[in-house]
Every structure is written in structure tokens, then in C-alpha cells.
């Protein structure tokens, strides 16, 4: 049997549609489909109040698709947008949603979710006992090569390290690690992490090609970043180091909202330019009451090479005055040098390569501090939970 398009649709029709009538294809509810490398991604769409009632409609799905011969794996989301179309079909009139069910809410007093009444409640990892997320306001930064040398500078201080990369547009992971191939799956539902350097990864860059473009929406990259940190089999992790997409978009948002970030370290270079989205990035996390480790000032100065001498190409400074301005931790300066774009391409991190060396030096002493706020930030929130007391 080929695995195409038409072979996903015709499975698909098993599906009974919510309320049991009609199917998810017939009743025009499946998104356009995609497939590569044996993974099938789509979505289907439900009332967005009625998305958690119908959680084992997506899984009725996934399970079908995954029944198929060829099939390694199913990426299935449930969205509130009008179908994407593509099916050929028009689909009925729909009844009437129910009642949204209540849901719990963990949430800081006063903050976006208590006001919205509507955030879903954060739940952690098993085995992970910390998760950071490293984010810049914009690309170009440098937030992916600092985030795997501050993964490996926290396991150089004898913590049990993971990464997940959790930019699905533009993947970095494989290839600032060297690592190639596809993960193996414990069970065949959990995916097992790739390791380098001692570090447990996972990215969408193990699942698809290096050149395949992911034409997706929110939905759909929020259905897979939710997938990839929950149905990892991660094992017993101290901290395990998120790197986010670019900027402050829907996927953003959804991971600062939905994953118990226990705080977040903010990229940037010096110049205003980028410091203005650095902003942005910063005050998200204040929204969604994730606290802020601090600032790190990538690309900080140039030292030629041959001759030792220093250039301020992009300004200096800026990020230590914005962090001192805002009243945040700032980390540290990393210079932009030769080495660390050198290690970068050969997925041989300069951490792990050169660990006596000046710049795994740098990034050593910003993973110290990250770990000194971290432990501060996760005993501020040990105090801040409520005590029961027996009389």
C-alpha cells in the first residue's frame, strides 16, 4: 500500500465526527495533509470550547493514521479554525457546542490566566525537575548557539542536561550538535531522545528532512511542540533547556502559557534595534508570571584574530543597561570570535570542544549564574505555595 495522501483520507473515515455523527473526512473537518519521512501531520476542527471534551476525537485519529502500513509516526492537532479545506467536502451544519467543562487554573494571583478565567492548567513533566526556556525577541541573535552552550555549560556543572528545540520553522539542534538520523520510539508512542555531549535532544529537525519546509499553522506547531516535550521519554533531567522561536507569536505564547517554565533567559545583541525586541520578549514572560533569569549580550565585541585588537561592531554594552533598567539579572557579555561560529557549523559546540578555552570560559560562568537565579526563582515559588496546616 502507498502511503499518500488519498490512503490518509480514506482511514480517516473510520472516524466517527463529535457526537458521533457522520466522519471527520465527510463532515469537512481535516485540514490539508502533510507527510514526510513516514510522519503524518493534520489537523481537525472542533468548537474551541469543546476542544478538550473532544481530545479522544484526536486521538481516534492519530491512532488510525498510525494503523497504516509505512506509517512512523502521527502529529495530530485539534484547532478552532475554519478547515483548511482541500477535501472536497462542505460540511453540515453543526450542532450546537456544549458547555465548556471547568478546568483548574495554576496561575500567579492577578495574571493573564487568573483574569482570562480561561488558561489551562500547567503540568509538569514527569522526571523533569526544571525547565528554562532561552528566547530572543528576533532572529539572528544567536539565541540557539547560546542556549547549546548553556546546556552544556549546566551539565559541566554536574547537572543531568536535555535540550528541546522547539523552533519547528527553522530547527537548529541537529545540526549546532552533529547529530543525524531519526529517533527510535520506546514504546511506539514515546519517541526516544537523540544524546550528544551527554545531552538528551529533541527536535523537529530529526523528523523530517533539513530542506523540508514545515508549511504549517499555530495549531499545528503548537500540537507538535506540546508532543515533542510530552511524549519524549526524557528520563530523570535536572533542567532541561528549551530553545525557543524567535520573537513572540502564537507558539511563544502557548509554551510560556501551557509548560511550567521554572524561568526564562532573554538573547540579545547591543545595538537598540534589537534590545526594542528584546523588550518584547522580556514582558511576555512578565505576563504569563514566568520568572526572568536574566539577559545575556550575544555578539558583544569582535577580537580579530590576528591581531588581538577589539571591535564594537554592533555597540557594547546595551544589554547590561537594559537589565539594569528593567531591574533584571544580566549574565554576561559573549564576544563574537571565530572559534565559536567554527564549532557552531562542525555541531561540535565550543563547550564541549575547547572546555579549557576563553569562550567555553564565558558561557561556564553565564551557566553558573543561570543556575545561582534558577535555584532562587524555583525556592521563591516553594515559598510562595500555600501551607495546610492541621489543628
Given at each position: 500500500m502507498t502511503l499518500d495522501r488519498q490512503t490518509v483520507i480514506d482511514r480517516l473515515r473510520s472516524v466517527k465526527g463529535p457526537d458521533l455523527e457522520g466522519d471527520i473526512v465527510s463532515l469537512g473537518l481535516v485540514s490539508e495533509i502533510f507527510i514526510a519521512d513516514g510522519k503524518v501531520f493534520f489537523s481537525i476542527t472542533v468548537?474551541?470550547?469543546?476542544?478538550?471534551?473532544?481530545?479522544?476525537?484526536?486521538?481516534?485519529?492519530e491512532t488510525a493514521v498510525k494503523s497504516l502500513p509505512g506509517v512512523k509516526g502521527a502529529m495530530v492537532a485539534l484547532t478552532a479554525e475554519k478547515a483548511g479545506g482541500g477535501m472536497g467536502a462542505t460540511p453540515p451544519p453543526r450542532p450546537n457546542p456544549a458547555p465548556p467543562r471547568p478546568?483548574?487554573?495554576?496561575?500567579a494571583p492577578g495574571g493573564p490566566a487568573a483574569q482570562a478565567g480561561q488558561q489551562p492548567a500547567k503540568q509538569d513533566v514527569p522526571g523533569i525537575k526544571a525547565i528554562i526556556a532561552v528566547a530572543s525577541g528576533k532572529g539572528g541573535v544567536g539565541k540557539s548557539t547560546t542556549a547549546v552552550n548553556l546546556a552544556l555549560g549546566l551539565k559541566a556543572l554536574g547537572l543531568k542536561v536535555g535540550i528541546l528545540d522547539a523552533d519547528i520553522y527553522g530547527p537548529s539542534m541537529p545540526r549546532l550538535l552533529g547529530l543525524k538520523g531519526k529517533p527510535e520510539t520506546a514504546d511506539g508512542k514515546t519517541l526516544k531522545p537523540m544524546e550528544a555531549f551527554g545531552v538528551k535532544v529533541?527536535?523537529?529537525?530529526?523528523?523530517?528532512?533539513e530542506d523540508?519546509?514545515?508549511?504549517?499553522?499555530?495549531?499545528?506547531?503548537?500540537?507538535?511542540?506540546?508532543?515533542?516535550?510530552?511524549?519524549v521519554a526524557w528520563g530523570e533531567l535536572d533542567v532541561l533547556v528549551v530553545d525557543m522561536p524567535p520573537g513572540t507569536g502564537d507558539a511563544q505564547l502557548t509554551m510560556a502559557q501551557q509548560v511550567p517554565l521554572a524561568g526564562a533567559v532573554i538573547v540579545s545583541t547591543p545595538q537598540d534595534l534589537a534590545l526594542i525586541d528584546a523588550r518584547k520578549g522580556l514582558n511576555m514572560f512578565r505576563r504569563v508570571d514566568v520568572p526572568l533569569l536574566g539577559i545575556v549580550e550575544n555578539m558583544s565585541y569582535f577580537v580579530a584574530p590576528d591581531t588581538g585588537k577589539r571591535y564594537d561592531i554592533f555597540g557594547h554594552g546595551g544589554a547590561k543597561a537594559e537589565a539594569e533598567r528593567l531591574g533584571v539579572p544580566f549574565l554576561g557579555e559573549v564576544p563574537l570570535t571565530m572559534d565559536v561560529?567554527?564549532?557552531s557549523d562542525a555541531g561540535t559546540p565550543v563547550v564541549a570542544s575547547n572546555p579549557d578555552g576563553v569562550q567555553a570560559g564565558v558561557y561556564r560562568e553565564i551557566a553558573g549564574r543561570v543556575h545561582t537565579h534558577l535555584a532562587a526563582a524555583m525556592q521563591s515559588a516553594a515559598d510562595e505555595a500555600p501551607a495546610i496546616v492541621f489543628e
Open positions: 468548537p474551541a470550547r469543546r476542544a478538550q471534551e473532544l481530545e479522544p476525537l484526536r486521538q481516534a485519529a478546568t483548574s487554573q495554576r496561575s529533541m527536535s523537529m529537525g530529526f523528523l523530517v528532512e523540508t519546509p514545515m508549511i504549517w499553522r499555530g495549531p499545528m506547531v503548537v500540537s507538535a511542540l506540546r508532543q515533542m516535550l510530552r511524549d561560529r567554527e564549532t
